[in-house]
Nanobody, 126 residues
Framework: QVQLVESGGASVQPGDSLRLSCAAS????????VGWFRQAPGKEREFVSA????????YYKDSVKGRFSISRDNAKSTVYLQMNSLRPEDTAVYYC???????????????????WGQGTQVTVSS
């Protein structure tokens, strides 16, 4: 069983930056692919970014490319999502998720992940 805890959410203004953290309860986070998803009020949960296990290839939703950056520190069992140039449309609850043996084409599918955190709120408003 893997427990994930997100942190770093806040209320910020457009153009600001935030770094979200996803801390895992296992030391073997390196064998898991980790994804970030978000859900805005009244909308479905959507894929934001993912980082694969071991090799660490990264993937992004088109609207966040160039603004968001995902990384992992396996020694700390933590995955980060650096979010720059935040926009009001980035407002949502952000969730991290972990799964093993995920193929690239499945990284954007929430149903493929085995473990989820409780979410952290990001609000971007002037």
């Amino acid at each position: 069983q893997v427990q994930l805890v997100e942190s770093g959410g806040a209320s910020v203004q457009p153009g600001d930056s935030l770094r979200l953290s996803c801390a895992a309860s296992v030391r073997t986070l390196s064998v898991y692919s980790v994804g970030w998803f978000r859900q805005a009020p009244g909308k479905e949960r959507e894929f934001v970014s993912a980082i694969k296990s071991n090799g660490g290839a990264t993937y992004y939703k088109d609207s966040v490319k160039g603004r968001f950056s995902i990384s992992r520190d396996n020694a700390k069992s933590t995955v980060y999502l650096q979010m720059n140039s935040l926009r009001p449309e980035d407002t949502a609850v952000y969730y991290c998720a972990a799964g093993r043996r995920l193929i690239t084409s499945s990284l954007g599918s929430a149903g493929q992940y085995d473990y989820w955190g409780q979410g952290t709120q990001v609000t971007v408003s002037s």
